[in-house]
């Protein structure tokens, strides 16, 4: 009778862990809130102050890397002369809190440096960034970026140290990750503002960006 028993909870468990897997991959029916927080992606605008925004294509899909939306665009700044890079995804928080800037970046062959925290002005919408610098060197020349990222599970950007642990599923049914990045090259290190201070292209981009976010993403029918 034990023998019996004992084989009947292995099967069971077996069978609530594949469910739990197949709740966490969508395997089963697709979860609602995770349709519509993809369809949102698509109410960000083109023109975002002084940026104007071009579609991208984002390679292979959402599908592929198990993500519910994404969102790929440049957008270009006509003051500045400067064009900046987005990619904005959504989904369960597996597979959008992995592939980090070193894993990503790293298997295209680039070198990403240190990562350091900044927090930005983004008119009392709580954003914290990690940045770094990625170069990749070849025979003939040498390509740097500047990458910008942090999540969102709907509390404000975090520049999290470790994604998986801090945006748990049953506490996070959809997370957000953002890459703002640009190429760098000669002397656009910063741009100099009409104060005459230096600015990181990319921040200035943020600053006008994430409020545009919190609203489409995080206040919709709010």
Not at 100 to 128: F, H, I, W
Request: aromatic letters at 10%; charged letters at 20%.
């Amino acid at each position: 009778m034990k023998r019996w028993l004992y084989t009947g909870a292995g099967s069971l468990a077996l069978v609530l862990a594949g469910l739990v897997h197949g709740y966490w991959a969508d395997r089963w029916t697709p979860d609602q809130q995770l349709i519509d927080s993809a369809g949102l992606l698509a109410e960000i605008p083109l023109h975002i102050g002084e940026w104007e925004g071009k579609e991208m294509d984002f390679k292979g899909g959402p599908g592929s890397l198990g993500l519910a939306g994404c969102l790929q665009r440049s957008y270009f700044n006509s003051r500045l002369g400067v064009t900046v890079v987005i990619a904005l995804v959504n989904g369960r928080p597996g597979p959008v809190s992995t592939h980090t800037p070193e894993v990503c970046y790293g298997a295209s062959g680039y070198m990403v440096g240190k990562r350091e925290s900044v927090r930005l002005d983004t008119n009392g919408d709580p954003a914290q960034f990690w940045t770094s610098d990625a170069v990749k060197t070849r025979v003939t020349d040498e390509t740097r970026l500047r990458l910008y990222w942090a999540w969102n599970g709907g509390q404000g950007w975090v520049a999290s140290p470790d994604a998986r642990k801090d945006f748990p599923l049953f506490s996070y049914p959809v997370l957000h990750k953002l890459y703002v990045l640009r190429e760098l090259g000669g002397n656009a290190e910063a741009v100099r503002e009409r104060d005459n201070k230096e600015v990181e292209p990319c921040v200035l981009f943020l600053n006008a960006l994430v409020p545009v976010l919190e609203q489409k993403l995080f206040q919709h029918g709010g």
